[in-house]
């Protein structure tokens, strides 16, 4: 079982260029979410898809945008990274069952980095 | 809005030793509570969970985390400490639901404790 698949797992951009990370589950989960880790802060959301053609702003949204190309398959994009855009990115999806919430599953990140 | 606390970024105990990370949360309803471990250069992994069904949580690779509703805290130990145990851990507290029309899980997560083992 893969699970949470992201890709890549280690980029370097230059300040101004723009990239796309990509996130794929095989686990027909519903939801699915972006994440940012940074020393320190713990993991912050950036956005989220509830369901297939919903996407909505985290906590930290600024500078990214996403795509839910299909169920399995939901994609950050930084149109023009920054410095401050160096972080650990992950992908993460559920299947909501429980209105008071459930777990999330994780991929193994991305290690971006902005010069 | 739910919040996470937990003592220490860093925690060293010796191998054998018992393993105590603290988390303390606030939530304005019942709370569904969560203990995730990151080994280095991997993804996050749930370890254990609280659903109100008992207040004594039982996880993988020994952990374990009890509720106290009135101290607002869900510490996660292990009786003995092995050097594989050395890790990230992060406590998370469930905001329900983050949206309508189909609903997603939101968690919102603590800084994170790094354990060490010292052998």
């Known amino acids: 079982n893969a699970g949470v698949t992201q890709t890549p797992k280690f980029q370097v951009l230059k300040t101004g260029q723009s990239m796309t990370l990509q996130c794929a589950q095989d686990?027909?989960?519903?939801?699915m979410y972006w994440y940012r880790q940074d020393p320190g802060m713990g993991l912050r959301l950036i956005y989220y898809s509830a369901s297939e053609g919903t996407t909505d702003k985290g906590e930290v949204p600024n500078g990214y945008n996403v795509s839910r190309l299909n169920k399995r398959e939901f994609s950050l994009r930084l149109e023009s990274a920054a410095p401050s855009q160096t972080s650990v990115y992950f992908c993460?999806?559920?299947?909501?069952?429980?209105?008071?919430?459930?777990?999330?599953?994780f991929g193994e990140g991305s290690r971006l980095t902005v010069l | 809005a739910q919040s996470v606390t937990q003592l220490g970024s860093h925690v060293s105990v010796s191998e054998g030793a018992l393993v105590l990370l603290r988390c303390n949360y606030s939530?304005?309803?019942?709370?569904?509570l969560f203990w995730y471990v990151q080994y280095p250069n991997q993804g996050l992994q749930l370890l254990l969970k609280y659903t109100s069904a008992a207040t004594l949580v039982k996880g993988i690779n020994g952990f374990e985390a009890e509720f106290k509703k009135s101290e607002t805290s869900f510490h996660l130990t292990k009786p003995s400490a092995h050097m594989s145990d050395a890790a990230e851990y992060f406590c998370a507290v469930s905001d329900g639901v983050l949206s309508s029309g189909g609903g997603a899980d939101g968690l919102t997560f603590g800084k994170g404790t790094h354990l060490i083992i010292q052998p």
């Open positions: 993460a999806s559920s299947f909501p069952r429980d209105p008071q919430g459930g777990e999330l599953f």
């Open positions: 939530s304005s309803v019942p709370p569904y």
């Open positions: 686990m027909n989960h519903n939801s």
